[in-house]
């Protein structure tokens, strides 16, 4: 069977035909003959480097980690994160109870050991007298007997008193070297034990800010377990992984771009390589390259940054930023043709400062306007 449609009928259904394939397909540009712009200037084309980011983690330059040389219990931590301490400040104090028991009896022992080589030392004195007098005693008789003034046995008496004089001195000697020694040892025990009592105290070794608290009062702390982290270096460090492919395109001393996201206008930082790990990265195939960052506000650590690494030149167009006119996500500028002003759609990549990449829709050239039109 076989329908036949007026004809208005059919030019409808025409237009709307028309309509439908037309609807998925924006224009390019419009003209606007009526409107100049007040200001105008050029889409320049230019060399950019080309460039691979590498991503990587805002770090401080040294990082501390404060832990307990003793074992003890926590009973204070002086300092918050965000503080600043300067070199000797206290940071931590744990409970020093036994420490300052141990001393105490260490102290003690070394009294006692002191008094003991006193007395080494009085015997010591007495023992050197009483050698002394019979060692003369006995010169005297050996002399006297070779004159014939006294007998052998006088002589043999006088020196069976002289070597027990010496054997007396002898031990005499060794009980103060003795007790010397003792002494030397219980004032090492003193010093450990006042060294371990100083434990008990943490204090800051140099300057920096706190960065971490890993530990609250009633913890037990003991050595290898961190209870604050201090940041002391006086400066950041991005640290990026570079794939393998790229590394020797980066070398220390050079100066690259840093992008740090986060800061209000992300514009390029410029830092410096500072290390490069030689060994790659068995599991990414890259290596990692800090770079030392300069002294910009609202830059912390933990923050994510990208690292520029140059691979040649490209050629791209800029234009500034305010030729851009922005509605929704369509992006537009006005394009002088001839006579003539037209509104052309474009599409946008990188800023470099207060100019912006046109990633298509201009060559290069091309007179543009800048502000809201005039009439």
């Known amino acids: 069977m076989k329908y036949f ?8 259904l025409g237009a709307i035909s028309l309509a439908a394939c037309g609807a998925d397909t924006v224009p390019s540009e419009k003209a606007v003959p009526d ?3 007040r200001e105008t200037t050029e889409a320049r084309r230019v060399l950019m480097p080309r460039l691979h980011e590498a991503v990587g983690t805002v770090q401080a330059r040294t990082e501390s980690r ?3 040389q003793v074992t003890g219990r926590v009973l204070k931590i002086l300092v918050h994160p965000g503080d600043t301490v300067r070199a000797g400040d206290e940071l931590v ?6 420490a300052q028991a141990r001393l105490e009896q260490a102290r003690q022992a070394l009294e006692s050991v002191n008094s003991l080589t006193g007395q080494a030392r009085d015997v010591l004195g007495a023992a050197k007298a009483d050698f002394d007098k019979t060692e003369s005693t006995y010169r005297r008789m050996k002399q006297l007997n070779s004159q014939k003034v006294v007998t052998d046995e006088e002589v043999e008496k006088a020196e069976s008193a002289f070597l027990q004089a010496k054997a007396r001195l002898g031990q005499a000697q060794e009980g103060l070297a003795a ?3 003792r002494g030397r040892e219980s004032a090492k025990v003193v010093q450990e034990a006042e060294i371990g009592l100083g434990y008990t105290t943490i204090k800051a070794q140099e300057a920096g800010e706190v960065a971490r608290r890993q530990a609250e009062p009633g913890d037990l702390a003991f050595p290898g377990k961190e209870l604050l982290t201090l940041q002391t270096g006086t400066s950041l460090r991005l640290e990026a992984m570079v794939r393998e492919g790229l590394i020797d395109l980066v070398h220390l001393g050079d100066s690259v771009d840093v992008i740090i996201a986060a800061l209000r206008d992300p514009y390029p930082l410029s830092g410096t390589v500072d290390e490069i790990e030689p060994l790659a990265d068995p599991v990414t195939r890259s290596f990692l390259v800090k770079v030392r960052l300069p002294e910009v506000p609202g830059v912390y650590p933990g923050m994510f940054g990208r690292l520029r690494v140059p691979l040649g030149e490209r050629e791209t167009v800029l234009v500034p930023e305010k030729a851009i006119t922005r ?4 992006e537009t500028v006005r394009l002088c043709s001839g006579e003539t002003w037209q509104t052309v759609f474009v599409r946008t990549g990188t800023r470099h ?4 990449e046109i990633l298509s829709g201009l060559s290069g050239g091309e007179i543009l306007g800048l502000g809201a039109g005039e009439e």
């Open 5 to 12: 449609f007026p004809l208005p009928v059919f030019l409808l």
């Open 35 to 37: 409107v100049s712009p």
């Open 66 to 68: 404060v832990e307990s």
């Open 93 to 98: 104090v744990l409970d020093s109870r036994a």
């Open 179 to 181: 007790a010397r020694s």
């Open 327 to 330: 509605v929704g996500q369509l």
């Open 353 to 356: 400062g207060p100019d912006v």
